[in-house]
């Protein structure tokens, strides 16, 4: 049996295909009735499975007339897909939230299995024996990877 977040998800993803678009508009509060569940569980769905990393923007209004407009990222170049990336990472980003980018960026299809792997031990903060490979106080190693992690992502998207 698939969770209820799964069939969320792969339900907007049908309006998708369905409207052959690179938008739609919902109500939360009818997703949620159709669905048998309350509002939060769809912005649980919202969150977790139409985030920018995952290429969709999501614009939300909540109140009696409130809706859900969920964008399909699209770029029309490699300049605007590499500032994408660009602001994906940030100023500083944490080896943690580095690895859940590569991830998502793997799911997509943007970066390869390998690739992931290769960035990820490239980005540690510690060797396989536990020992810091930079002596730096943590908001600079953090921005020093942000700035590492951006310039591989824009090098992978333009080969």
Do not use: W
């Not at 997703?31 to 614009?59: D, H, M, T, W």
């Not at 060797?127 to 002596?135: K, V």
């Amino acid at each position: 049996m698939h969770s209820l977040t799964k069939l969320i998800g792969d339900y907007i993803v049908t309006l998708f295909d369905d409207n052959e678009g690179s938008e739609i508009v919902l109500s939360r509060k009818d997703l949620a009735q159709k669905f048998g569940c309350v509002p939060s569980q769809i912005n649980y769905v919202l969150r977790s499975r139409f985030s920018p990393e995952q290429g969709f923007l999501i614009q939300s209004q909540r109140g009696g007339h409130g809706f859900i407009r969920i964008m399909q990222l699209r770029f029309g170049d490699c300049d605007e897909y590499a500032e994408h990336l660009e602001d994906l990472v940030g100023v500083v980003i944490s080896e943690q939230d580095a690895r859940r980018l590569l991830v998502r960026l793997q799911e997509r299809d943007v970066i390869k299995p390998r690739e992931r792997l290769l960035v990820e031990v490239a980005l540690r903060n510690q060797d396989e024996n536990g020992r810091t490979l930079f002596d730096l106080p943590p908001y600079k190693r953090d921005a020093m990877r942000a700035e590492l992690l951006k310039k591989i992502l824009v090098s992978l998207a333009m080969y």
